[in-house]
Nanobody, 127 residues
Framework: QVQLQESGPGLVKPSQTLSLTCTVSGGSITTSSYYWTWLRQPPGKGREWMVAVGSSGKKYYNPSFRSRTSISADTSRNQFTLQLTSVTPEDTAVYYC???????????????????WGQGIQVTVSS
């Protein structure tokens, strides 16, 4: 079965760039009708989607993060990577990668549309 695993630093200093990678096993990120997404959950808040890449390579951005996020996909390694620039302590959160299934009725904010999740990685922004 498809599994996702996040990797990256657990501690980042303010103003630095956070880079997280999601490795997908048991399936290809080029399989059609899926969107490979980064989400996060700050302490005491709900999960929010940040950025996604479709199986065709098209990218989707949450406007709230558009100016600070980028996403790339490496099909040879079956990975996709998040970069979040100019981090502040407000970016402290558990970061998740997840697979979203295609359904035009729902947008990226509709959490039940995500069917497979990584375990999550705690990222703390602190000097």
């Amino acid at each position: 079965q498809v599994q996702l695993q996040e990797s990256g630093p657990g501690l980042v200093k303010p103003s630095q760039t956070l880079s997280l990678t999601c490795t997908v096993s048991g399936g290809s990120i080029t399989t059609s009708s899926y969107y490979w997404t980064w989400l996060r959950q700050p302490p005491g808040k709900g999960r929010e989607w940040m950025v996604a890449v479709g199986s065709s390579g098209k990218k989707y951005y949450n406007p709230s993060f558009r100016s600070r996020t980028s996403i790339s996909a490496d099909t040879s390694r079956n990975q996709f990577t998040l970069q979040l620039t100019s981090v502040t302590p407000e970016d402290t959160a558990v970061y998740y990668c997840a697979r979203r299934t295609e359904d035009p009725k729902y947008g990226f904010s509709y959490i039940p549309q995500y069917d497979i999740w990584g375990q999550g990685i705690q990222v703390t922004v602190s000097s």
